[in-house]
C-alpha cells in the first residue's frame, strides 16, 4: 500500500503494530458515499455534522504517542465516524469511545459493530470530562481540539498512562502529550495541527 508509505513512513510513523493498524482498517468504509475515492488521500475529509475524520497522518502519529502494546484500556473523546477508535481497537484490549451528537456516535457504533469490532463501546456524551465510570485509562486520545489540557482527562489516566490532545486557539493548535507519573504529570509539547473545537465543560462553551 503506497499511501502507507508516503504519508505515513515518509513522515516518520515507526511503530509497526500502528502501521499494520492501519493497513488493515478499511477506512473507506468510514466517509461518506461521495467521499470514498479520497478515503485514502493526505487530507481530512467530512463525515456531517460539520465534523470530520482526521487525516491519515494525524491517526497514525496521535496513536503512536500513546504507544500501546495490547493490554490497555483506552479512552477515546470524539469518536465521529469511529476510525479512530477502530485503530485503537486493534492495537489495545478495551477501547470507550465517546461522542457528544448522537447521530455520529448511532452510525460510528453500527459501521464497528458491522466490521466485527468487539471490544468498542460507543457512548453519547461530554468527553471533555472523560468517562469516570471506567477510569483509569492506559491511554485517552482527545480527537477535538480544547483551550487547555482538561484537568479531568488528567486525572483519569493510570500511572504509566498517556493522554494525546490537541490544545490551543480554534485555527491552530500544537498536539500536547501529558504522561502520569505517579502525582506528576508531565507534559511536551508537539507539532501544529487543526481539528475541530471540543465542546464541553473543560473544552469551548457551545
Ligand atoms: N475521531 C473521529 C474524528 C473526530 S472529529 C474519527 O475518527 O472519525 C471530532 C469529533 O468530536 C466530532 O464528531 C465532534 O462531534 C466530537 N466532539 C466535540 N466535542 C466533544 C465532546 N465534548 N465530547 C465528545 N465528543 C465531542
Same mark, same amino acid.
Given at each position: 500500500m503506497a499511501w502507507i508509505d508516503d504519508q505515513l513512513v515518509a513522515r516518520g510513523i515507526r511503530d509497526t503494530r500502528v502501521l499494520d493498524a492501519m493497513r488493515r482498517v #478499511?477506512r473507506?468504509?468510514?466517509?461518506?458515499?461521495? @467521499?470514498?475515492?479520497?478515503a485514502y488521500a493526505d487530507r481530512?475529509?467530512?463525515?456531517?455534522?460539520?465534523?470530520?475524520?482526521?487525516q491519515p497522518y494525524m491517526v497514525a502519529a496521535?496513536t503512536e504517542?500513546?504507544?500501546?502494546?495490547?493490554?490497555?484500556?483506552?479512552?477515546?473523546?470524539?469518536?465521529?465516524?469511529?476510525?479512530?477508535?477502530?485503530i485503537?481497537?486493534?492495537?489495545?484490549?478495551?477501547?470507550?469511545?465517546?461522542?457528544?451528537?448522537?447521530?455520529?456516535?448511532?452510525?460510528?457504533?453500527?459501521?464497528?459493530?458491522?466490521?466485527?469490532?468487539?471490544?468498542?463501546?460507543?457512548?453519547?456524551?461530554?468527553?471533555?470530562?472523560?468517562?469516570?465510570?471506567?477510569? #483509569?485509562?492506559?491511554?485517552?486520545?482527545? &480527537? &477535538? &481540539?480544547?483551550?487547555?489540557?482538561?484537568?479531568?482527562?488528567?486525572?483519569?489516566?493510570?500511572?504509566?498512562?498517556?493522554?494525546?490532545?490537541?490544545?490551543?486557539?480554534?485555527?491552530?493548535?500544537?498536539? @500536547?502529550?501529558?504522561?502520569?507519573?505517579?502525582?506528576?504529570?508531565?507534559?511536551?509539547?508537539?507539532?501544529?495541527?487543526?481539528?475541530?473545537?471540543?465542546?464541553?465543560?473543560?473544552?469551548?462553551?457551545?
Amino acid at each position: 500500500m503506497a499511501w502507507i508509505d508516503d504519508q505515513l513512513v515518509a513522515r516518520g510513523i515507526r511503530d509497526t503494530r500502528v502501521l499494520d493498524a492501519m493497513r488493515r482498517v #478499511p477506512r473507506h468504509e468510514f466517509v461518506e458515499h461521495e @467521499t470514498q475515492g479520497l478515503a485514502y488521500a493526505d487530507r481530512a475529509l467530512p463525515i456531517g455534522d460539520g465534523q470530520t475524520i482526521s487525516q491519515p497522518y494525524m491517526v497514525a502519529a496521535m496513536t503512536e504517542a500513546l504507544r500501546l502494546h495490547g493490554r490497555e484500556r483506552v479512552l477515546d473523546v470524539g469518536t465521529g465516524s469511529g476510525y479512530q477508535a477502530a485503530i485503537l481497537a486493534e492495537l489495545a484490549r478495551e477501547v470507550v469511545t465517546i461522542e457528544r451528537r448522537p447521530e455520529l456516535a448511532d452510525a460510528a457504533r453500527k459501521r464497528l459493530d458491522s466490521l466485527g469490532y468487539r471490544n468498542v463501546r460507543v457512548l453519547v456524551g461530554d468527553g471533555s470530562v472523560g468517562y469516570v465510570d471506567d477510569a #483509569p485509562y492506559d491511554g485517552i486520545l482527545v &480527537a &477535538a &481540539a480544547s483551550p487547555r489540557v482538561p484537568e479531568s482527562l488528567k486525572h483519569q489516566l493510570a500511572d504509566g498512562g498517556r493522554l494525546v490532545i490537541p490544545v490551543g486557539p480554534p485555527d491552530q493548535q500544537r498536539l @500536547t502529550i501529558v504522561c502520569r507519573d505517579g502525582d506528576r504529570f508531565v507534559e511536551s509539547v508537539h507539532e501544529g495541527c487543526v481539528f475541530v473545537p471540543l465542546v464541553g465543560a473543560e473544552g469551548w462553551p457551545e
